[in-house]
T-cell receptor
Framework: GDSVTQMEGPVTLSEEAFLTINCTYT??????LFWYVQYPGEGLQLLLK?????DKGSNKGFEATYRKETTSFHLEKGSVQVSDSAVYFC????????????FGTGTRLTIIP | EAQVTQNPRYLITVTGKKLTVTCSQNMNHEYMSWYRQDPGLGLRQIYY???????DKGDVPEGYKVSRKEKRNFPLILESPSPNQTSLYFC????????????FGPGTRLTVT
């Protein structure tokens, strides 16, 4: 079945460090790929998305590129801030039938000043 | 303001006592869905609805019911809650079609004793 595997956490970085959170997927067909972020006590918010191979999603300094050949969608940011502390979820959805999101298990990121 | 609302936000109940968690969206979205979030498992879909009067099971539907009588509302019903339904529940909605962002409610934390 379809699945998403993402980097185990928790991840702790110093402010201004470079961030990478790995995400790989298994899917039939050509999924859309997403990164969602969950701040403490809140629901999930879309951070960025890509709907076809080689697309790059970007938002708030975060980027991820849809790599079909490696079935990956790694999240990167060049210089993290304390306000980036949250749980990050990689997810996919398929272009037919149920439009459900299939999520990875989440990566908790903590940024220390 | 475009939003998905859920009520209640927190609920503690006892085994077997029927309960309903409400979900409402003001964005005229066709697609709505319920997820549960459990540690180490990410989010898993319980039920979804493609439009009014059209609902179907997700990955973990056992013990839950839903209805979609109006486009904006999608309540989740637990007829006889059990302790294994203790979880964090999220409602989500989106426009139908490939790659659309799903908007999440703030979550309902349910404890069944």
């Amino acid at each position: 079945g379809d699945s998403v595997t993402q980097m185990e956490g928790p991840v702790t970085l110093s402010e201004e460090a470079f961030l990478t959170i790995n995400c790989t997927y298994t899917a039939t067909g050509y999924p859309s790929l997403f990164w969602y972020v969950q701040y403490p006590g809140e629901g999930l918010q879309l951070l960025l998305k890509a709907t076809k191979a080689d697309d790059k999603g970007s938002n708030k300094g975060f980027e991820a590129t849809y790599r079909k050949e490696t079935t990956s969608f790694h999240l990167e940011k060049g210089s993290v801030q304390v306000s980036d502390s949250a749980v990050y979820f990689c997810a996919l959805s398929l272009p037919f039938g149920n439009e459900k999101l299939t999520f990875g298990t989440g990566t908790r990121l903590t940024i220390i000043p | 303001e475009a939003q998905v609302t859920q009520n209640p936000r927190y609920l503690i109940t006892v085994t077997g006592k029927k309960l309903t968690v409400t979900c409402s969206q003001n964005m005229n979205h066709e697609y709505m869905s319920w997820y549960r979030q459990d540690p180490g498992l990410g989010l898993r879909q319980i039920y979804y609805s493609m439009n009014v009067e059209v609902t179907d099971k997700g990955d973990v539907p056992e013990g839950y019911k839903v209805s979609r009588k109006e486009k904006r509302n999608f309540p989740l019903i637990l007829e006889s809650p059990s302790p294994n339904q203790t979880s964090l529940y999220f409602c989500a909605s989106s426009l139908s079609g490939r790659g659309h962002e799903q908007y999440f409610g703030p979550g309902t934390r349910l404890t069944v004793t």
